[in-house]
């Protein structure tokens, strides 16, 4: 037969039980998913791809809400610096000459004197070569198309720097073709202070990649400055192929356009710009 005590006892278990489960607890640790490894095949997958985070819209949402109903202008130099040379023209002598002269008169007044110093100075100038050589190799038409393409949809005016310099030079012409040679360095910082908000180098990074930068005509701000190699995300997750050849079927990677990597070039520029 239980004893009293221990009746006692087990009530108060019994009652208290509810009362304990409603006191409050530290919760009990969560565990994550587990997540598989990140491969060498998944990594390079990752660094075939340009880079965006975004995607189209959102990018050209954030540089229409940047530049609201007045979007830049832009002037694009393919494959070619901006460059640091203020004039075509070089000096590497110049010569002073010094010399002075006295000269006496007699008048009715008395005789005078006049003493005169001269000084002339000559400086030779000659014109330089060209200020930078990687324009003459031209980026693919299809990448250049793809690029302006791509700006002129977010309403941009894309200036091509060659047709900017040909018609500054000819609004500063009075007609009577008495001018000297232009200096060329100058009459291209000038059509850029008239014409363009911005000056953006596309230029080659290496076989496959590309290497931007957005300056600000106005005060040499730097806007955008990356490197990519322009494969649009949704073109690298894109499956590869099977192609039958006479050793049988070979695995080939679907090829990106030159139109498609000017567009995405162009897509990281806006967004650069905009601060995503």
Do not use: C, K
């Amino acid at each position: 037969m239980m004893s009293r005590s221990a009746v006692v006892v087990s009530m108060v278990l019994l009652l208290g039980s509810p009362a304990l489960a409603q006191q409050d607890h530290a919760p009990a640790p969560m565990m994550a998913p587990a997540q598989g490894p990140l491969t060498s095949q998944a990594r390079a997958a990752e660094q075939q791809t340009s880079g965006r985070t975004r995607d189209a819209e959102a990018i050209l949402a954030a540089f229409a809400e940047r530049f609201g109903d007045a979007p830049p202008a832009m002037a694009v130099y393919w494959n070619r610096a901006f460059g640091d040379r203020v004039s075509d023209w070089a000096s590497t002598q110049r010569s002073v000459v010094v010399g002075s002269e006295s000269v006496r008169s007699d008048g009715p007044e008395g005789a005078t004197r006049q003493d005169t110093e001269l000084s002339l100075a000559a400086q030779s100038e000659t014109r330089g070569g060209p200020r930078d050589n990687s324009g003459s190799a031209r980026l693919a038409f299809a990448l250049e198309a793809g690029f302006v393409e791509r700006l002129r949809g977010a309403g941009i005016r894309v200036l091509d720097r060659r047709a900017l310099m040909r018609i500054t030079d000819n609004a500063l012409e009075d007609g009577s073709f008495s001018r000297l040679s232009p200096d060329l360095a100058r009459l291209e910082m000038r059509s850029l202070a008239q014409h363009a908000d911005f000056v953006v180098e596309l230029r080659r990074d290496g076989p496959d990649r590309f290497r931007i930068t957005v300056l600000s005509v106005a005060d040499g701000s730097v806007q955008a400055l990356f490197s990519s190699n322009g494969v649009p995300p949704e073109e690298g997750d894109a499956e590869p192929r099977w192609i039958t050849t006479a050793q049988g079927f070979e695995r080939r990677e679907r090829p990106v356009s030159l139109g498609a990597i000017g567009g995405e070039l162009a897509l990281l520029t806006l967004a650069g710009m905009s601060g995503l």
